[in-house]
Nanobody, 115 residues
Framework: QVQLVESGGGLVQAGGSLRLSCAAS????????MGWYRQAPGKQRELVTR???????FSGNAVKGRFTISRDNAKNTVYLQMNTLKPEDTAIYYC?????????WGQGTQVTVSS
């Protein structure tokens, strides 16, 4: 079983920065792929950015150039550095881990950007 715990959300003014963390525990395979998604009120959950199975990074157009994903394999942790935040970035941010056909989600962390 895999558990994902996010941290680092909060309230920030437009133009500011936040860094989210996601720590994975349990049985983690080296083939696991991790990433970040978000869901704004009244909208569907969407991809923010993620690692691919080949180790490259795929990001949504809305965050390219502003958000950066990184990882510490020794700690089974991924990070999301969010810069130049905009009010439209307000959402619950979810950590995701995919392993084969299994899909795991964290509980989510709220990010609110004020104008």
């Amino acid at each position: 079983q895999v558990q994902l715990v996010e941290s680092g959300g909060g309230l920030v003014q437009a133009g500011g920065s936040l860094r989210l963390s996601c720590a994975a525990s349990g049985t983690i395979s080296t083939n696991a792929v991790m990433g970040w998604y978000r869901q704004a009120p009244g909208k569907q959950r969407e991809l923010v950015t993620r690692f691919t199975s080949s180790g490259s990074i795929f990001s949504g157009n809305a965050v390219k150039g502003r958000f950066t994903i990184s990882r510490d394999n020794a700690k089974n942790t991924v990070y999301l550095q969010m810069n130049t935040l905009k009010p439209e970035d307000t959402a619950i941010y979810y950590c995701n881990l995919q392993l084969g056909f299994a899909n795991y989600w964290g509980q989510g962390t709220q990010v609110t950007v004020s104008s």
